[in-house]
């Protein structure tokens, strides 16, 4: 069975000297990659003797991806853990990955210092240590026919309660044929990563390039103004990028006048600011793919397919099949709006304690339609999930935390369109005199990012027949509400 990190021996012996990874702290060749990841794939396969999870609370940087990689090599589970999540949120995602050892960096282990975890703990410093007095190195051969799961994330149900997704390194293996074949990516780029390492979109980003042989360059934290000085310097002929960076980019100059791959996901990107890249600079070519954590890549639109079907999410990539379904099952006719279904060799292993493998077609409820060409249109997300300048928010869960304050008998949060972030999560609470508490105590639970960036308070929630709130109903009063206090 291939591995992800498969090529890393045949680099280290064909281009020892060759930069593999460029951080805002060090710069490593190959040679000292390949040998990282086989000195951390010996420390785990030494820790248990059989296939673990490690969990890690790591900021952008060459720690981050040996740990990942290390993983990988030795068999195990890699879980990434968001420093952004509040503790709460932590100890939440990692009694659920039950996870065999964490590993944490320093500035981040006050937070666990008051509760003990029922795990081995590392901090970052204490594992380099470690790392530092390992000295038998590995060739390489950590040989198994199965198919380990080697990246464990986290994702919403319907309830929004969080749920563990699981993959297998063949799925990525495939997606990095995609990338080759679709992008053009080769061990002549040099990629720049302009987000964090905890999104799937960046994090695939970063490996894909080193199964190739190429460069990466990670900024340990976005800032418009360092990824323009990178891009000046560095000679980066790559980018992964979500719309709202796109958007900083473009507002300070960024692109120059150098070729350059534009690689773009994880929300909707506005038409304006891609005719904007397209008529402003000439020597960029962007990709601007759909995909999702369950689903990786489903399809993508070029640059030149952008000037004939602009409003598209693209045509299907080459090993994919796209259908719609009504609700009935039946394949809908092209321009009918229906729920996408997609059947893919890069798809995930499903969810873990679920027990069950995924479906040969799958969906996550977006719901779109196909044109005669086979481009796909997306209309919108079924399951109400809110994308917020490529992160996903659940607002089920959001909800939760809103119906536990005492002052709450009912609230609903709903994404409305943002020029900026593509979306934003908008709270609505019924039968409240004020919301400062409740916001201070949302701001408690939750991870920034997932604290709705506007308020309202209505008397009586819109429901339906049956006596559900009525999501599409509030929607369309919100819009209206702040319509008029903005007019």
């Known amino acids: ?33 390949h040998e990282r990841v086989e000195t951390s794939a010996q420390w785990l396969k030494e820790t248990a003797h059989q296939q673990k999870r490690v969990a890690f609370l790591l900021s952008n940087g060459v720690p981050f991806l040996q740990m990942f990689a290390g993983a990988a090599a030795a068999g195990w589970t890699a879980v990434p853990l968001d420093p952004r999540w509040r503790h709460v949120e932590c100890v939440e995602k990692l009694l659920l990955s039950q996870s065999d050892l964490v590993i944490i960096d320093d500035r981040f282990m006050k937070r666990f210092e008051k509760n003990k975890l029922d795990m081995p703990v590392f901090s970052l410093s204490e594992w380099e240590e470690r790392m530092n007095l390992m000295t038998t190195v590995q060739t390489n051969k950590h040989d198994t026919k199965e198919d380990p799961v ?75 103004v360092k990824g323009k000085k990178v891009l000046e310097r560095e000679g980066i002929t790559a980018i992964y990028t979500v719309p709202t960076m796109t958007e900083s980019l473009l507002k300070i100059d960024a692109f120059g006048d150098h070729p350059l791959l534009v690689i773009s996901s994880g929300a909707d990107w506005g038409i304006s600011s891609k005719k904007q890249l397209v008529t402003n600079y000439p020597h960029v070519t962007f990709f601007d793919f759909y995909g999702t954590s369950e689903l990786s890549f489903v399809s993508y639109l070029s640059s030149d397919d952008f000037l004939q079907k602009p409003h598209s999410v693209g045509r299907p990539f080459s090993t994919v099949q796209v259908e719609v379904r009504s609700a009935d099952q039946t394949i809908c006719q092209p321009y009918e709006t229906g729920r996408i279904y997609v059947k893919s060799p890069m798809s995930f292993s499903g969810y873990l304690h679920e027990g069950k493998p995924p479906q040969e077609w799958l969906t996550v409820y977006d719901m779109g339609w ?66 400062k508490t409740i916001r201070e105590a949302v701001k408690e639970k939750l991870a920034s990012y997932k604290v709705p960036k506007k308020w309202l308070v209505i008397d009586q929630m819109i429901e339906t027949s049956g006596g559900k709130i009525a999501r599409a109903s509030m929607k369309k009063w919100a819009e209206e509400q702040l319509s008029c206090k903005q007019s």
């Open 150 to 224: 080697f990246y464990m994330g986290f994702t919403s149900g319907s309830t929004g309660s969080p749920k563990a997704f699981i993959r297998r390194q063949h799925s990525w293996i495939e997606s990095f044929q995609m990338t080759a074949s679709a992008f053009g990516i080769t061990h002549k780029d040099h990629v720049l990563i302009l987000g964090t390492l905890l999104s799937s979109h960046f994090l695939y980003g970063a490996i894909s390039t080193l199964y190739f042989g190429g460069t990466v360059t990670l900024l340990e934290k976005f800032s418009p």
């Open 370 to 435: 196909l044109d005669e060409d086979g481009y796909l249109y997306m209309s919108g997300r079924e399951n109400g999930m809110i994308v917020y300048g490529g992160l996903n928010i659940f607002p089920e869960e959001i909800e939760r935390v809103l119906n536990k304050q005492p002052e709450v008998e009912r609230s609903i949060v709903i994404g409305l369109p943002d020029p900026y972030w593509g979306e934003i999560p908008v709270a609505i609470i019924e039968k409240v005199q004020q919301t």
């Open 1 to 33: 069975m291939i591995k992800i990190t498969e090529n890393y021996a045949a680099h280290a012996n064909i281009k020892p000297d060759h930069i593999a990874i460029i951080d805002e702290k060090e710069s490593i060749t190959y040679q000292e990659w």
